[in-house]
């Protein structure tokens, strides 16, 4: 069974930073990319930024550009959301999803992490 566990998230203030952090364990033949999403209650789910399985290609929602870094662990088991700058508008659950063949045979599965939650706040 595949895990996608989140940490990191917490209460901080209007500028401040936090860094999630979003890891995969389990049965992994192979990674498909990863994904950041945030969703307030009542709102739709919003990517918020994106790397390819091979770290090449990254890409941010217009609301995070210049603010949110997406790194990942040289292994690629740990993908980490760098958030600085932050807005009262980024409060919300974040949630990463990824993409996970468990064996050379399987199909590409979704998985997605319970969710850690942001909350800016003064």
């Known amino acids: 069974q595949v895990q996608l566990v989140e940490s990191g998230g917490g209460l901080v203030q209007p500028g401040g930073s936090l860094t999630l952090s979003c890891t995969a364990s389990?049965?992994?033949?192979?990674?498909?990319?990863l994904h950041w999403y945030r969703q307030v209650p009542g709102k739709e789910r919003e990517l918020v930024a994106q790397?390819?399985?091979?770290?090449?290609?990254?890409d941010y929602a217009d609301s995070v550009k210049g603010r949110f870094v997406i790194t990942r662990d040289d292994a690629g088991d740990t993908v980490f959301l760098h958030m600085n700058n932050l807005e009262p508008g980024g409060s919300a659950i974040y949630y990463c999803?990824?993409?996970?063949?468990?064996?050379?045979?399987?199909?590409?599965?979704?998985?997605w992490g319970q969710g850690t939650r942001v909350t800016v706040s003064s």
């Open positions: 999803n990824q993409g996970i063949w468990e064996t050379k045979l399987s199909r590409l599965q979704q998985y």
């Open positions: 790397i390819t399985s091979n770290g090449r290609t990254i």
């Open positions: 389990g049965r992994i033949f192979s990674r498909g990319d």
